[in-house]
């Protein structure tokens, strides 16, 4: 516990971690609303099985895209 006391006092350990879970609960948030307009979209046979994939690929792609934003040193 005394570890977790120490590290929220940390001068950038705080920010970076609030900012991690901003970028988490964001990625989160446009993972599930792009599932959920194409996943019944694909299920309805109104998206082909192809463009449904490539939908989710792009999905994974911008939660990637979007973490390595946590490798720039400062603040937005």
């Not at 120490?6 to 989160?28: D, F």
């Amino acid at each position: 516990m005394a570890a977790v006391e120490a590290a929220s006092q940390h001068p950038v350990g705080a920010p970076r971690g609030r900012r991690a879970a901003r970028t988490i609960h964001a990625n989160l948030a446009r993972a599930f609303a792009c599932n959920l307009v194409t996943i019944p979209l694909a299920v309805l046979g109104r998206l082909s099985p192809m463009l449904a994939a490539a939908a989710m690929s792009f999905s994974s792609v911008l939660v990637a895209v979007n973490s390595l934003r946590l490798l720039r040193g400062g603040h937005r």
